[in-house]
Structures are given as C-alpha cells and as structure tokens.
C-alpha cells in the first residue's frame, strides 16, 4: 500500500515539475518562489497568455512578479507575447548554470535577435544577445539610491568623480548639491563607501558612513526611517582626501571646483571662505583663500564702462578701448616712454618734478631739466640770463651797424632783415613770427605751453580753454587739462593721475598749491583735491570707485564698507568678520596667528591688534593655520594625531563612539555597523543577510547574491494561481502520464474499500463478543429476581389438541426421531433452571402449570396424551411458518397458524409486546 502511494507520488512529480519546483529557500511563508526552468516550458504552450517576468543570475533564474529597478530588462517576443527577464550582475552564455536542459524555451527567449535590453540606471550592458553569443551586466562605478527597499522605486545613480585632476570635471561637481530624496535601500559597486545623513533613532552622530550595499533600511537600528544622501566615495584612498575632494579608485584625491593641492585643503586663486566659493562677479580680485572674506580689491573691466589704464599699457592716460594693443590719450604733458609703456615719460617742453608731474618749461625756455625747470636750450633769438635759471631774454647780440638794437614791445629782432619785426596780434611778446612764438598773450588770453598759441582762461578757476588753439578750430586732444600759473604766465598740466581740476576763486594772485583735482584717471583715487593709488590707513575706496571714505572710529583700517574693519583702533581689539570684538582670545572655530597674513591687512599696519580667521571646515577648532586642527566636526569624527587633522571613517569594521569620541570595533558578526552589539550591524559578512540589524545565515539556506546582501528568492514574488490557470495546467501532462494516474487512483479506491470492509467485520466482531460477554453478567440476575413471579416466570401457553392423525410419530411402532440435545448454556445456578423466554410446547391441556419449570427445557419429555378437539394448540403448528395475527376477539393476542390452527397467547411478560 504504501509502495503504491510512493509510486504515485514520484509520477505526479515527474508529471508536474512545476507543480512542486516551488522555492524551499522563500524567507517568508507568504511568498511563493518557483524556478523559472520548471515553468519556461509552459510558457509556450497558450501564446496568447501572459508571460511570467524572470530574474536571473548566472546561477540561477526565478519566475515571478517583481517590481525591481535594478539590473538589465531583456524583453523579448515569444508567441505573440513579449518575455522580461531582469539580468542581474554577471556574464550569461547560453550554456550558464541557470539555463538547464530544463530551461531551454527560457535561454531561447534570452538569446534571440530580437531580444532587446535596456539598463536599468546605475547598470550597463556589452556584448550581445544573439545565439551563442556572451552577455555580461554590470554596476556601473558609484552607487544607485532606491526609494524602496529591496532596490525597488525611483532610481538615481550617483557617480564617483573620474580619475582625473581637472577640477571642472562635471562627474566630480556633479555631486555638489545634496541628493535631497528619502532613500531606503543603496547598491554599490565594488570598493565605494558612502556617506549618509539621516535621523537617527539614537542620540548618536547624523553622519554615518555605509561600507557596501543595504537592501533595506528598515533592518537597521540607525536608518529605519531611511535616509539621505550627503556624499559619495571610493574607499581606495589611504590617507583620505579633505573636505574639498573625493576620493576616486585610483586612490587619489579629485579636487572639487575651487579648491586646490594633493588633498584638496586649500582654496584656488580667485575663491573664498570656508567652503571656497568664487569671488563676486565683477571682481578681478578679491580676498580669496579660506581665511578670505571675498570683499573685491580690484573690480573686472568688464564690470564697468571705465577701462584700467594699465590694461592698454598705459600709466597716465585713458585707453581707447578694453584692449592690449589699445592706443592712450596721455593726460596732459606726457607721452610715450622709451621702453614703450604709453604716457610714462614728460614730452619736449616738460620737465618731471619732484612730486612726479610733468610741468610746462618757461615759454622762454626750448627745454629744460627736472626736476626744478632750468633750461636747457633758450628759444630762437633768446638767451640764458644768469638772474633766472628757467627763463631766457632776447639776444644782445642783436645790432645794426654795429650798434645794439632794442625792439619795441609786441616786435622781435629779425635777423634776416636786421628789423624789429611785428609779433601776430594775440601776443604780448614773441621771439618769432607767428602765434606760436608768443612768450606771452595779450589779455585776456594766456599762453598755452608747447608753441600752442594763446587761449581763453575760466576766470574762476583759472582752467585753460585748450578745444581750440589760436582760433584755428583745431583741437588739442588731452586725457587731462591745463590751469594758468601766474608764476610761470603760461597754462601748465595738471598733476599726475589728474583727470580734471582747477583753482576755486580764481584770481591774478592765485599760485598753483591752491589747484585741487576733481576727477582721477580709473584706478587712482580722489583724497582732499589729490590722486593717489591707495586710500591711506582710515580710509577704504568709496562704492564708485573713485575716492576714499573715512572708517568706522573702531576701525583703525577698513574695506568693503567703512564699518567692516580689518585691523581695531584699539590695542586690545580682536577683528573678527570685519568686526571688532573684545576679548584675550577668538571664539571656537576662528584661530589667530601673527605669521598668517590677510590680504585686507595693511602691510605696514597702525596697531597691533590681532585678527581672528575662520578654521578649515574639517576643523571644529584650530590653531596657528586654518587646517591644524584642535578637535573634530560631527561630519568628520576622527581626530588622526599625527597629522592634527580629522577624518570622516573608521576602519569599515569599526565605528564613532561619541561618548568616547574614538573609534570602536564592531561586534565580530557584524562586517560594518553603527553601534555597538550583534543588534548593531549595518553590512554582514559574505553568505549572510541583515535582519533587523543581526547578521545571521538565511533560514532557508538560499545563496545571497554578492554585492545585493538579499538572496534572489528575496527579490522575486509568484502570486497563486487562479483557477482557469490551474485547469490549463492540468492538461499540459502526458497522455500516458494521465492514463497511468487514473489507473493508481482506482487502485487507491479498491484498496480502500477493501480496507474500510475488513475494518468493519473486525469491529461487528467485536460488538457481538462484547454482547455476549454482556449477557452473561450477573446484573442480569438480579434484575430478574427483583420483578414479580408472574412477569418473571409466566405461564406456558396452551394449544388446543390436533387430531390423532398428527401423532402417528408417538406410537411405538414409529417412535418420532429426536435430536441431540446441546449442553445448556450455564449462567448461574439460579438461573439454569428458569427459562428466559416463553417456550411453546404441545402439553395436556388439564395439567397444572407448574410454576417452576423443568430444570432442563432440552429434556425429553414424556408421550403425550391424546387431545381432544378442544385443545388450544395443535400440534401441526410446529415446524410452520409465521404466526399470523388472527384478531378473533377472544383475547389480546390470537394467531391462526399455516394449517389453520388458533393460537392464542394469555401471559403478563411484559417481553411478549414486543415480537
């Protein structure tokens, strides 16, 4: 029997491999897993249903609906449908373990032409699909971000920086901007680490690093609510990049945009702060490294109309245009130097004087020397006197006839003629023909200098009119103008780097001290009538540009806005963030140091007040320089002596005791964790999977999948099929696997029948030996004793007498036969005498009855006497059939026998109203 039921079995096994090919390994008893080899090769069999979707691995493919977004989708058509298989890591032949013999409709589907793929992110693909053909997947270098667990949801693929130094490079500033969705699972590539920011359920540290993939948050202590994204990096360096860098897995440190050195722990030229963010726009400079504040030392030429004059080379002049090569208009008594830089020497006619202007020369004087204006050479029919050094007379030489000759005013000597000769008319006096030999002009004109004639004059401020030169309409072109001197009675150029100026109140007595500028060349700056290249100490460029403002009295310097100081009026000030603070030292995360200098200090300062500048960011305090660190940040825990600086990992098999604020190995199950104890783990060791923050070996001794930490059963999900579906399912069997099921069943039903009827004569059995034990047992005594004589032991009922006929058998020629008597059955000595039931025998009619019976009803009795007719049995009555009631009236109970005999029965026996 039981060999049958094993036989059976095997053949419905053998029938429906796929009816009993579900997963021993499912982690929770509601999930149904089944391999996809058992159920490919239904697939084909209705075209037009839907096809179970596929996950695989080299290894291994289930069947089932599963809603991952990770791997590569390969859909492919088959019988009208279309087959999805999710590939996961790994190369795939058609000869791979998990395309068995009894997988062969799933490889087909796989490797066919017109199967397509698509990466899901964070994956790529190579290779081909064709027949015979290698596939290989892979993660591709960084880290995907899932918005479900098990790697299910939105996904975002989050890259390592390249292996490159270039600081622009997009893939390393790409990841500038925090990743601002909730997470809650993470797959890594191979040798990343991840940094998390998340709220933790503990009072422990908001940064925590993660060392391989976490299918699912909600199996962690730490991460249960899931989690942010702050930073993504490869964990190939060994020393560890600063703040400003990542690590990528040639194990060097890319530096972000703006920072700058083998760690990245300094800020690029042009960048500021802390974080090292750029300068403002339209700065040329500002002051830059982490201790800078960004306020703009010099702006850009492109945020502003005016143009440096040392962007075309020039030094006193406007450039034409925002050019190298652009031409300078040279303020007003210069021009081009010898080594070529436009407007840096003083033109014929100007000497350089000690206050470094070009002055015009005595209108007297051709040239003459710096830095006092002595001449050099007199002009034509003039001569050097020895009373004034920078001036010259007319010659006295000049004679006729041997006599000296001496001209009238408004004539000169002409020597070609030996004549005094008329000056032009705008002349006072001259040495020459012409209005540009005039020494001096008739007023109210006044000489310009140069042999550029006579001009008007602003009576008020003395500014000569240089547009047009002896009314000639031709324009004398300057970047800067010309003021009278008295002294000198001749128009003379304003002082270096003045674009424009003039003498308030303007009189004849006026001297060239009391001129003021009103307007500098760009880069020079107005102080009190003056142009200078600096604002001096108390003084800070004004928002135009173009003068200096006074301070803050606190600030004994100060830029960007005259309140933001740089260095304190007072001895015992601290500067800090341009304010000036009281105090013996700068507060936590600013540091002084005399040896570091800011650009914004002056260099030669007034006071000796200490300025207090930020720390590095990976410092939460410092000392000396921004990057010597004193202690650590919350994002970057680890304070590394040796080098006084501070990191953001353990080792991956320890975490931060902030407690402690040092590092602490892990529970020894755990291959990463984020707190103490076996509860604690955040990574297992290879083979086993996290339940709710325990490492332990899968229950169902599935494989976990390298990389993923979840076994494929995990993954995958087959729902219960439906009834039509069962059916369909039902006819996919062999014909003769079909014929051979019904023929075990009917074997089954016989066996059973004949089991259940031997069970049933074995318990009738019983019931029967149980009955007759019970009626042997004394109770049955004593019931019989306790009722009356008359119900107990009732009188024997009478028939009447047969005829003679029927007694032929008591003569004793024919004595009648007799059987044997059995041996009485014995159930007591009381009760072996008395009779049970009523027994009816053939017996005179007139004798009495006894009411003891004879001790032995099997007894042979006596012969009989000869009835009469009157007898109430007889005797052709035994041996007939069944009595028949016969309701003659004369008593209750009256019966006409088979030959037509009356019984009547007269008895109390309460027994006899039941036959």
């Not at 290779?127 to 290698?134: D, F, I, Y």
């Not at 490159?164 to 601002?180: A, E, K, L, V």
């Not at 007694?807 to 008597?821: G, H, I, K, M, T």
């Amino acid at each position: 029997m039981l060999a049958l039921l094993l036989a059976a079995e095997a053949l419905a096994l053998a029938a429906f491999p796929y009816a009993t090919a579900q997963s021993h390994h499912s982690p929770q008893p509601h999930l149904a897993v089944r391999a996809a080899a058992a159920s490919a090769s239904s697939s084909s069999a209705n075209s037009s249903s839907p096809l179970v979707p596929a996950v695989c691995t080299p290894d291994l493919c289930l069947e089932g609906q599963n809603a991952l977004t990770a791997g590569v989708v390969v859909s492919s058509p088959v019988n009208g449908s279309t087959q999805q298989i999710t590939l996961l890591p790994g190369t795939y032949t058609p000869s791979s373990p998990a395309f068995s013999s009894t997988n062969s409709s799933l490889s087909s589907a796989l490797f066919s032409r017109r199967a397509s793929a698509r990466p899901s992110n964070g994956f790529s693909a190579s290779g081909s699909l064709a027949s015979g053909s290698t596939f290989t997947v892979q993660m591709m270098h960084g880290v995907t971000a899932y918005s479900n667990a098990l790697y299910q949801g939105e996904a975002t693929y989050l890259s390592l920086p390249t292996n490159s130094s270039n600081s622009s490079n997009s893939s390393s500033s790409s990841f500038n901007s925090t990743y601002s969705t909730t997470i809650h699972s993470l797959l890594f590539s191979p040798s990343t680490s991840l940094s998390l920011y998340t709220i933790l359920s503990t009072p422990s540290s908001p940064h925590l690093i993660l060392w391989s993939s976490l299918p699912d948050f909600s199996q962690t202590k730490a991460l249960a609510t899931g989690a942010k994204v702050v930073d993504v990096q490869s964990s190939a360096c060994v020393k560890g990049c600063r703040s400003g860098g990542r690590c990528v897995s040639g194990g060097r440190c890319v530096c972000e945009i703006g920072w700058e050195r083998e760690s990245c722990d300094t800020c690029s030229k042009g960048f500021f702060g802390p974080t090292c963010q750029p300068c403002p726009a339209g700065c040329s400079s500002c002051d830059d490294g982490l201790t800078g504040s960004g306020l703009c030392l010099s702006p850009s030429s492109s945020s502003s109309s005016v143009v440096l004059p040392s962007t075309c080379n020039c030094l006193n002049g406007l450039c034409a245009s925002n050019s190298t090569t652009a031409t300078c208009a040279c303020s007003a008594g210069w021009t081009t130097a010898a080594n070529g830089t436009q407007c840096a020497a003083c033109a014929a006619g100007y000497y350089l004087s000690s206050g470094g202007d070009c002055l015009a020369c005595d209108p007297t004087c051709a040239t003459c020397s710096s830095p006092s204006g002595t001449c050099l050479t007199c002009q034509p029919t003039l001569q050097p006197t020895s009373s004034s050094p920078t001036s010259c007379v007319p010659s006295s030489s000049s004679q006729q006839n041997g006599t000296f000759i001496t001209c009238p005013s408004r004539t000169f000597f002409d020597s070609s003629t030996s004549s005094c000769v008329a000056c032009d008319p705008m002349c006072e006096s001259c040495y020459a023909a012409g209005a540009g030999a005039c020494t001096k002009c008739r007023e109210p004109n006044v000489l310009m200098p140069g042999g550029k004639g006579c001009v008007a004059v602003d009576s008020k401020t003395g500014v000569c009119d240089a547009s047009k030169v002896g009314g000639s309409g031709n324009a004398t072109t300057s970047a800067g103008g010309w003021v009278f001197d008295n002294a000198k009675g001749v128009c003379d150029a304003l002082p270096a780097k003045c674009l424009a100026g003039g003498i308030n109140s303007f009189t004849s007595a006026s001297t060239r001290a009391q001129l003021a500028c009103s307007k500098c060349l760009p880069g020079s700056f107005l102080v009190n009538g003056a142009c200078v290249d600096e604002c001096p100490a108390g003084t800070m460029v004004s928002n135009d540009g173009t003068g200096c403002q006074a301070c803050d009295s606190s600030c004994a310097t100060c830029a960007h806005s005259t309140s933001f100081c740089t260095s304190c009026a007072s001895s015992t000030a601290l500067v800090q963030n341009g304010t000036c603070i009281t105090g013996p030292s700068c507060p936590a995360g600013f540091f002084s140091s005399p040896s570091f200098h800011s650009p914004l200090l002056p260099s030669s300062p007034n006071t000796t007040a200490a300025t207090c500048l930020p720390c590095h960011p990976d410092c939460a305090t410092c000392s000396d320089t921004p990057t010597t660190c004193l202690t650590c940040p919350s994002s970057r825990p680890v304070f590394l002596a040796s080098s006084s600086s501070c990191v953001s990992t353990c080792a991956p098999n320890e975490f931060f005791d902030s407690t402690k604020g040092q590092c602490v190995a892990c529970d020894p199950s755990c291959a990463s964790c984020a707190s103490a104890g076996a509860d604690g783990c955040l990574s297992c060791p290879s083979g086993q999977k996290l339940v709710s923050g325990r490492c332990e070996a899968p229950k169902d001794g599935c494989a976990v999948i390298d990389d993923f930490g979840v076994c494929l059963e995990d993954l995958v999900t087959v729902a219960p099929q439906s009834q039509s579906e069962a059916a369909q399912a039902k006819w996919k069997m062999p014909w003769w696997a079909i014929l051979v099921l019904l023929i075990c069943v009917a074997a089954l039903v016989v066996v059973a029948v004949l089991v259940w009827r031997r069970r049933e004569q074995r318990r009738r059995r019983e019931q029967t030996a149980r009955f007759a034990r019970d009626l042997g047992n004394k109770e049955v005594d004593k019931k019989l004793a306790a009722l009356p004589i008359s119900i107990a032991y009732p009188p024997i009922p009478r028939a009447a007498s047969p005829s003679p006929s029927s007694f032929s058998y008591l003569s004793p020629a024919r004595p009648p036969p007799r059987r044997p008597s059995p041996p009485p059955p014995v159930y007591g000595k009381e009760l072996s005498d008395v009779p049970l039931t009523p027994r009816f025998v053939l017996e005179d009619p007139n004798s009495p009855i006894s009411p003891t019976p004879s001790r032995s009803s099997y007894a042979p009795s006596a012969r009989p006497p000869l009835r009469s007719e009157q007898s109430r049995w007889s005797d052709s009555s035994m041996g007939t059939g069944r009595v028949r009631e016969h309701k003659t009236g004369e008593s209750a109970r009256t019966f006409t026998t088979k030959a037509g005999n009356t019984l009547t029965i007269q008895s109390k026996n309460p027994y006899l109203g039941r036959i």
